[in-house]
């Protein structure tokens, strides 16, 4: 194979996942060039990642003259395509590009019947309430050319840069990164608690490192906790940092606290040690995956509180919990009533083990300033 495409038509957290299958696919064929092609906006996690050779953008929808534009620049320009997702996009896109496809179906779907026609091998996906870790799926997309024993799977995080030199310069030892926003409601751990956390750390001297993007829903959550200190004690860096620089902050963090989102894969992936708030999500397929690289799947469907490797995942005692759906009421704008089961001393007893700190007595929501 000396030119393969690894189609990751997918939200940007999932696009950071596909780097073991691109580790993988780089120690079967260490010559070969491989690009990835993804939705404009989601490819940040790969970028300068040394083992991929370019990031191929394609709009959301691309009309009658994208497409075109596309079969132009792709047609048959491929050895092989790696499909890492379901949808029918991503595998047209990977039977444009190369004439040996491996891809994923998911185990039932009106259009399976043309995507495995279309496969020269098939990776049928338990979809988000199924056993296997999404990255152990992908790597599966290379069974043909590696046999049947499972591979040592590592995330590869996004390479680092220097921070802005005011963020730099105002950086402590030990301090804790608080990633609050979500993208969906669903996944939005309560913010009372998020303030109740960083408060806490906030008064046994520890810095709290707010991230988020600086779009206006991720501003409108970190703004719920940007009272509770000045700078530095309460440093916020949201908005301010790219990828890059946000492995750069994560790498000199002493613990990282946040929800089911892309970045608590990208601090997985840098090495420190993960709190993980999980509500309705199966954390057997979308856990952050430990920095050390593993073979097998790693966590249980439920289990309250798990730690393997570098990451500890938090789930409710709730019956129901997971549910694999949106929500309560399954959809993104749904409450969690799981989420709201999980209480913030729950993640700061994490916290103060993970730190290697004596448990405080129990704690009081805090309210908003």
């Known amino acids: 194979m000396k030119n393969i495409l690894v189609v990751a038509t997918r939200q940007i957290g999932d696009v950071l996942l596909t780097s073991a299958l691109i580790h993988a696919a780089r120690r079967q064929w260490p010559a070969a060039g491989i690009d990835v092609i993804g939705f404009a906006g989601t490819l940040g996690m790969l970028k300068g990642n040394p083992q991929v050779r370019e990031l191929i953008e394609t709009p959301p929808r691309l009309g009658g003259g994208g497409f075109l534009r596309l079969v132009n620049r792709l047609w048959r320009r491929y050895d092989l395509a790696l499909i890492t997702q379901p949808g029918d996009r991503a595998h047209l896109i990977g039977w444009l590009a190369a004439p040996r496809r491996s891809g994923i179906v998911p185990e039932v779907g009106g259009s399976n019947w ?29 069974t043909p050319w590696t046999g049947d024993k499972p591979l040592a799977a590592q995330v590869i995080a996004t390479p680092s840069s220097p921070l802005p ?16 926003p979500s993208m969906w409601r669903y996944k939005q751990w309560p913010l009372p608690y998020y303030r109740t956390v960083a408060a806490a750390l906030l008064a046994r001297g520890r810095q709290v490192v707010l991230t988020g993007s600086g779009g206006a829903h991720d501003q409108s959550c970190v703004a719920g906790l940007r009272d509770l200190a000045l ?14 620089q946000l492995t750069t902050l994560l790498q000199s963090a002493s613990l990282y606290i946040g929800p ?14 993960v709190v993980a ?47 694999g759906r949106a929500g309560c009421d399954d959809h993104v704008d749904s409450r969690s009533d799981c989420l709201h089961d999980i209480g913030p001393e729950r993640v700061l007893r994490e916290a103060w083990r993970l730190l290697d700190e004596a448990p405080p007595a129990p704690v009081e929501l805090v309210a908003a300033g």
């Open 114 to 142: 043309w995507k495995k026609r279309l496969l020269d091998h098939v990776v049928v996906s338990g979809g988000d309430r199924g056993t296997q870790h999404v990255v152990a799926e992908k790597l599966s997309l290379l």
């Open 165 to 180: 030199a005011d963020v730099q310069q105002s950086l402590r030892v030990g301090a804790v990164v608080l990633h609050v």
């Open 231 to 244: 700078s530095p004690d309460l440093l916020d860096v949201s908005g301010r940092l790219d990828f890059n």
């Open 260 to 273: 089911d989102t892309s970045v608590s894969h990208l601090a997985a992936a840098a090495g420190i040690p």
């Open 277 to 323: 708030v999980f509500g309705p999500t199966n954390p057997m397929r979308w856990a952050p995956w430990p920095a050390r690289p593993q073979a097998q799947a790693l966590f249980e469907r439920s289990a309250g509180v798990q730690t393997r490797g570098n990451v500890t995942v938090l789930q409710s005692g709730l019956s129901c919990v997971p549910c």
